[in-house]
């Protein structure tokens, strides 16, 4: 069964230095996203990506994180300059047809500790 | 903006049938989502429903929605072990930006 595989699925860092969290999406999938959860609270969305660009972001998605497709597989988040509320597990998502089928898929997530 | 609660507990007896409750805010929401996310693991979609159903059934899975109290509930007939897990709620307008609820909680005692 396709799935969507990221990659570290932890990694620690040190206050202040970049990072970067990487994730295959489903192969034929159109639309994808990164979510986070800071332990004990409500997964949240972060931002949206198609046709190689943002769609939609939320107001923690500010100009310390950026989003790429590098190339036809991978989808990255980066976080420039880390802090130490950054800490928690980004989820990445794909879907096919968003508005058509509704199904949004997850990986299993990369828990980043910020020391 | 768009809120999602759920309870954040339920125990249940194997065998038993469990009902995990949702309530949100959007009247707006096109699409209702149940996750599962057992420890260490990521969100594994169970199921969801559009707004213009009443009832979706899949196997064990029966998810109920009354639109009008913007309530959404999962039921999972002849719960077993391997349902023990935190289970989340979410909506959506887009199927895009999903709103999660706090996620419940399901323990299955034997």
């Known amino acids: 069964e396709p799935e969507v595989t990221q990659t570290p699925s932890h990694q620690v860092t040190q206050m202040g230095q970049e990072v970067i969290l990487r994730c295959v999406p489903i192969s034929n999938h159109l639309y994808f996203y990164w979510y986070r959860q800071i332990l004990g609270q409500k997964v949240e969305f972060l931002v949206s990506f198609y046709n190689n660009e943002i769609s939609e972001k939320s107001e923690i998605f500010d100009d310390q994180f950026s989003v790429e497709r590098p190339d036809g597989s991978n989808f990255t988040l980066k976080i420039r300059s880390t802090k130490l509320e950054d800490s928690a597990m980004y989820f990445c998502a794909s879907s096919a047809w968003s508005e058509v089928t509704g199904e949004l898929f997850f990986g299993e997530g990369s828990r980043l500790t910020v020391l | 903006g768009e809120d999602v609660e759920q309870s954040l507990f339920l125990s249940v007896r194997e065998g038993d049938s469990s009902v995990i409750n949702c309530t949100y805010t959007?009247?707006?929401?096109?699409?209702l989502y149940w996750y599962k996310q057992e420890p260490g693991a990521g969100l594994q979609l169970l199921t969801y429903?559009?707004?213009?159903?009443d009832m979706k059934q899949d196997q064990r899975l029966t998810v109920l929605l009354n639109k009008k109290d913007k309530h959404l509930s999962l039921r999972i007939a002849d719960t077993q072990t391997g349902d023990s897990a935190i289970y989340f709620c979410a909506e959506s307008r887009t199927a895009s930006k999903l709103t999660f609820g706090t996620g419940t909680r399901l323990q299955v005692t034997l």
């Open positions: 959007d009247s707006s929401s096109t699409y």
């Open positions: 429903i559009f707004s213009n159903m």
